[in-house]
């Protein structure tokens, strides 16, 4: 869609004025405000252009204008001031990772936060996560009788625990040695490798690789790993939640796994590391989420773990400000996981 420098400038002041008031914006407000070297009434003709274009809609007749989902997605292709967060901004937000850059869920519940607070919405945040499983260690504690505690760690330290039950009683001396001799006989090794490795240990090594096998299988066929989430109460405090049932269920779609799996599968999983998806009312597939805007990242090694990083909120959204934030997460994620994880 072809439009003059003019019209590009109305469009671009109405979405921030529409983001900033949650009203409809008229010509008068736009010239008074931003000192408009134009009359009122060339402004009301450039909106009038606009509006027949589908970027701008007129809620009521006497009424201004607010921009359309076409608006946003036009704004955000083309618009968008593609700069980066104050720099001291970027510094606090570096500190506070590099405090916390030995702890894997410490620094993935600090993105949710530092994600909700800078762009005052709704985060998401996945734990990096590997399309193969690779074992890295094994611990067997013995808690009553047959039971005992797998505690089952990944390479990008993913842990999974679970409770077995094994066929006869075992002590933990026997339990810790055949732990240390599965630590070192499957380490590094995917599901398939360790499979392979049941001629090498007893009927009890054998039963113990039998579930690891099974755990790790389904580990890998979950489409992410643990998500974390924060800022649920800053979109519910935007008019467009507070008036409408509609628009507080799509926050059900960060609750759902099942929900959030098939958009991340659809979107982001498949990108680049570091590159911006932003989904505006849907984009016509998920119907949840008509109401709203989604702002998502890949992050981590792609040969290696990855993740996403992510923000939901109104239509009505802060772009540049949310793109710049959710991207400057992802890069530090990815270092975090370059630095620390990596295989």
Not at 9 to 38: C, F, W
Not at 156 to 163: A, C, D, K, N, V
Not at 291 to 313: E, F, H
């Amino acid at each position: 869609m072809e439009l003059t420098d003019r019209q590009k400038l109305i469009l671009t002041l109405v979405i921030h004025e529409h983001i900033r008031s949650a009203q409809p914006i008229g010509s008068k407000t736009l010239v008074d405000k931003y000192n408009l070297a134009m009359s009122s009434a060339t402004v009301r003709n450039e909106m009038a252009a606009l509006t027949d274009c589908n970027l701008l809609r007129q809620p009521h007749t006497s009424a201004g204008r607010v921009p359309t989902e076409e608006g946003y997605r036009f704004f955000v292709r083309n618009l968008v001031q593609k700069s980066g967060l104050p720099t001291t901004t970027r510094r606090t937000i570096t500190h506070q990772f590099y405090q916390s850059r030995q702890d894997v869920e410490q620094w993935l519940r600090l993105a949710a936060s530092v994600l909700a607070n800078q762009s005052q919405a709704a985060s998401l945040v996945t734990a990096p996560h590997s399309e193969k499983t690779i074992f890295k260690h094994l611990e067997l504690i013995a808690t009553h009788g047959r039971q005992v505690l797998m505690v089952l760690v990944l390479m990008g330290g993913e842990i999974r625990q679970q409770f077995i039950s094994l066929a006869e009683p075992v002590s933990q001396e026997q339990l810790s040695e055949i732990a240390n001799q599965l630590s070192h006989l499957c380490l590094r090794r995917d599901a398939e490798g360790i499979l392979r490795l049941e001629d090498q240990v007893d009927a009890l090594g054998k039963d113990i690789l039998d579930i690891l096998v099974t755990e790790m299988s389904l580990i890998e066929e979950a489409a992410t790993g643990e998500i974390y989430l924060d800022g649920m109460t800053n979109v519910l405090s935007e008019p467009e939640f507070a008036e409408s049932d509609e628009a507080r269920q799509a926050l059900h779609i960060l609750e759902e796994r099942s929900l959030l799996e098939n958009l991340l599968a659809r979107t982001v999983m498949n990108a680049d590391v570091g590159g911006i998806q932003v989904l505006i009312g849907g984009e016509g597939t998920w119907e949840e989420l008509r109401q709203c805007s989604v702002v998502l990242a890949r992050y981590g090694d792609p040969d290696s773990l990855t993740g996403s990083v992510g923000v939901l909120g109104p239509i009505r959204m802060p772009y540049d400000r949310t793109i710049s934030t959710v991207r400057f997460v992802a890069n530090v994620l990815s270092d975090l996981v370059s630095e620390t994880l990596a295989v």
